[in-house]
C-alpha cells in the first residue's frame, strides 16, 4: 500500500500563490504516477495536474502556465505550485497515486480557498 499526506492549503487572495505538497510512504518503489486533483463544491473532482515517474507532466486547460507539477527524484514528494490564483481555484485537492499495478490510492485533501 502507498499512504499519501498532503499539506500546504490556506486562504489565499487572488492573483496570489500557495504550494501543495504531497508525501508518499509504503511502497514507492511501485508509484507511476502522482497527481493533484480537486473538487469544489457541487462539482466532480477533476484532474488538475500529474506527473510521472520519468517526468511527463499533464495539465488541466485551466491551470497550464499558472500551475506547475514537480517532483523528487524518487517520486515520493510532489509539489503543485500555483500562481496567479483565482477565485475559481477554490477546492479540495487531492493528491493521488497510481501504482504500476494499477491501484490507486488517495490522500485526505487539503483545502484551497482563494477569495476574490
Known amino acids: 500500500q502507498v499512504q499519501l499526506v498532503e499539506s500546504g492549503g490556506g486562504l489565499v487572495q487572488a492573483g496570489g500563490s500557495l504550494r501543495l505538497s504531497c508525501a508518499a510512504s509504503g511502497r514507492v518503489f511501485d508509484i507511476y504516477t502522482m497527481g493533484w486533483y480537486r473538487q469544489a463544491p457541487g462539482e466532480q473532482r477533476e484532474l488538475v495536474a500529474q506527473?510521472?515517474?520519468?517526468?511527463?507532466?499533464t495539465y488541466a486547460d485551466s491551470v497550464k502556465g499558472r500551475f506547475t507539477i514537480s517532483k523528487d527524484n524518487s517520486i515520493d514528494t510532489v509539489a503543485l505550485q500555483m500562481n496567479s490564483l483565482k477565485s475559481e481555484d477554490t477546492a479540495v485537492y487531492y493528491c493521488k497515486t497510481r501504482t504500476f499495478t494499477n491501484q490507486e490510492y488517495w490522500g485526505q485533501g487539503t483545502q484551497v480557498t482563494v477569495s476574490s
Open positions: 506527473i510521472t515517474r520519468d517526468d511527463r507532466t
